[in-house]
Nanobody, 124 residues
């Protein structure tokens, strides 16, 4: 099994920045890809950004391109999401996710491991 624990959420004003972290533990050697999803109230899970663990290929949702940056520190089994120029529409619960193969990067169902989430609130 793989366990994912997020941290770093909070409240920020529009234009501000936050950095999320996710520490993976357990059988991390099975992982192919890690990423971040978010879920706003009343909406489904939205793929935000992912990174392939070997090779570092990244994917971003159009809504966050140029503002968010995903990175990993494989020596620490830690995933990061640096969020800059934040907007009220970025308000959501953010989840760390991991997959054992290279499925559809933005598809919720293609990720088998999930953290409990961390709340991010952006005020205008």
């Amino acid at each position: 099994q793989v366990q994912l624990v997020e941290s770093g959420g909070g409240s920020v004003q529009a234009g501000g920045s936050l950095r999320l972290s996710c520490v993976a533990s357990g059988y991390t050697y099975v992982l192919y890809r890690m990423g971040w999803f978010r879920q706003a109230p009343g909406k489904g899970h939205e793929g935000v950004a992912t990174i392939d663990i070997d090779g570092g290929t990244t994917n971003y949702a159009d809504a966050v391109k140029g503002r968010f940056n995903i990175a990993q520190d494989t020596s620490k089994n830690t995933l990061y999401l640096q969020m800059n120029s934040m907007r009220p529409e970025d308000t959501a619960m953010y989840y760390c996710a991991a997959a054992g193969d290279g499925g559809r990067w933005s598809e919720f169902a293609d990720f088998g491991y999930w953290g409990h989430g961390t709340q991010v609130t952006v005020s205008s």
